[in-house]
């Protein structure tokens, strides 16, 4: 398979602990995103990467949360001291720089965290 | 605020019946597309206009754009019991660089 793939599926924790996603995006791509959706409501954009540069960050997020893409490859993002507003679930997308107006995002099957 | 607006939030409609989904933006884009998404699942691109664009087709959809509107639409022709999922339409701002922004979404339910 070589769409999009994020690890967990799935994150219960308690409040006060941290998380941490992985995403692992299209191999060829060099550009990745982090994306945050909750019960009806559509992806909300947290960040994103071109290569290993953070061009970008959502003024929604907070200080405990953080991102990293080390390599230019995968990526993770770690949420400190978790809330229960935090309950949520984290998209990753990655896509190809593109000339001109933009190119489609690959998206992966989201982790879904539930903080308690 | 999100910058597009999908209207309805919901649809329910009989299979072989067209589907009809609106999306309304506030800022001067680069491109606006289309998603799909099952339940618990990714989003899926279907479509992108181009804000040079009017119209574009892709199998049994068709999307148009009227920039002075600032509005989109999204119409599935003869639709299936699959194509039940939620759809949102999202917006490439001209100055946003390459943040893309998404709607509220529309559920779409197709009745067998």
């Known amino acids: 398979d070589t769409g999009v793939s994020q690890d967990p599926r799935h994150k219960i924790t308690k409040r006060g602990q941290n998380v941490t996603f992985r995403c692992d995006p299209i191999s060829e791509h060099n550009r990745l995103y982090w994306y945050r959706q909750t019960l009806g409501q559509g992806p909300e954009f947290l960040t994103y990467f071109q290569n290993e540069a953070q061009l970008e960050k959502s003024r929604l997020l907070s200080d405990r949360f953080s991102a990293e893409r080390p390599k230019g490859s995968f990526s993770t993002l770690e949420i400190q001291r978790t809330e229960q507003g935090d309950s949520a679930m984290y998209l990753c997308?990655?896509?190809?720089?593109?000339?001109?107006?933009?190119?489609?995002?690959?998206f992966g099957n989201g982790t879904r965290l539930t903080v308690t | 605020s999100q910058q597009g607006e999908e209207d309805p939030q919901a649809l329910s409609i009989q299979e072989g019946e067209n589907a009809t989904m609106n999306c309304s933006y506030k800022t001067s884009i680069n491109n606006l597309q289309w998603y799909r998404q099952n339940s618990g699942r990714g989003l899926v691109h279907l479509i992108l206009i181009r804000s040079n664009e009017r119209e574009k087709h892709s199998g049994r959809l068709r999307v148009t754009l009227d920039t002075s509107k600032k509005s989109s639409s999204l119409l599935i022709t003869a639709s299936r019991a699959a194509d039940t999922a939620s759809y949102f339409c999202a917006t490439r701002k001209e100055t946003s660089g390459s943040r893309l922004t998404f709607g509220e979404g529309t559920q779409l339910t197709v009745n067998p």
């Open positions: 997308a990655s896509s190809l720089s593109a000339r001109g107006s933009g190119s489609p995002l690959h």
